[in-house]
């Protein structure tokens, strides 16, 4: 069965720290999609990336940037120069084959940023 | 486009009452689903549906009902409610890869959830 594990309850650090949040996943299908969510203290879930299994380039988007590692089963997300608005539940999340059967989520990283 | 909207958007209900939590899609996807949010446990699914008058069980399906009569609802009825159901609910939607169910889903969209507490 998969399995997502974000072994990072929450994180605190100052405003302009870069910071990692790890996940680590387990699946035995070989084709696979991983995401992350962001969930800020409002409330809403917003998308952030999907990685498919067959891609293993890491990928930037301004601050943000995700490291995916198979060999490890490892989908790591760093913030660089981080905002006090990057302060949310950070969720890492793994969809097998089609994806029809939902997603297996981990019990989320709450990121503090303190000013 | 709404997106995903879910009514109502917090509701109380006494032990052994019923409910219907909304949830409705204008993005035209075939896929459906819901999700509920408990403290340090994540989301977890519920039921799913694939496509209009199909539906099938999620990880944790037990009190809950569902059906999907078209492509743009698809409500949650919770039978008989338990003060373990008191959680967060997301409704989510996605569309397919290749234009039929059969070639998987791309990423979840969420509604705004339904903060949900039974005494």
């Known amino acids: 069965a998969q399995k997502v594990t974000q072994a990072q309850t929450e994180i605190s650090v100052v405003e302009k720290e870069d910071v990692t949040l790890d996940c680590v996943y387990e699946?035995?299908?070989?084709?696979?999609?991983l995401f992350w969510y962001k969930q800020p203290p409002s409330g809403e879930l917003v998308f952030l990336i999907r990685r498919n299994s067959f891609d293993e380039q890491n990928e930037i988007s301004g601050r943000y940037s995700w490291n995916f590692q198979k060999s490890t089963s490892s989908f790591n997300f760093t913030i660089t120069a981080s905002q006090v608005v990057d302060s949310a539940v950070y969720f890492c999340?793994?969809?097998?084959?089609?994806?029809?059967?939902?997603?297996?989520f981990g019990k989320g990283t709450h990121l503090i940023i303190q000013p | 486009n709404a997106g995903v909207t879910q009514t109502p958007k917090f509701q109380v209900l006494k032990t052994g009452q019923s409910m219907t939590l909304q949830c409705a899609q204008d993005?035209?996807?075939?896929?459906m689903s819901w999700y509920r949010q408990d403290p340090g446990m994540g989301l977890r699914l519920i039921h799913y549906s694939v496509g209009a008058g199909i539906t099938d069980q999620g990880e944790v399906p037990n009190g809950y009902n569902v059906s999907r009569s078209t492509t743009e609802d698809f409500p949650l009825r919770l039978l008989s409610a338990a003060p373990s159901q008191t959680s967060v609910y997301f409704c989510?939607?996605?569309?397919?890869?290749?234009?039929?169910?059969?070639?998987?889903?791309?990423?979840?969209?969420f509604g705004p959830g339904t903060r949900l507490t039974v005494t």
């Open positions: 989510a939607s996605s569309y397919s890869r290749t234009g039929s169910t059969s070639g998987g889903f791309y990423e979840q969209y």
């Open positions: 999340a793994l969809s097998e084959g089609g994806g029809a059967d939902g997603l297996t």
């Open positions: 993005m035209n996807h075939e896929y």
């Open positions: 699946t035995r299908d070989t084709t696979y999609y």
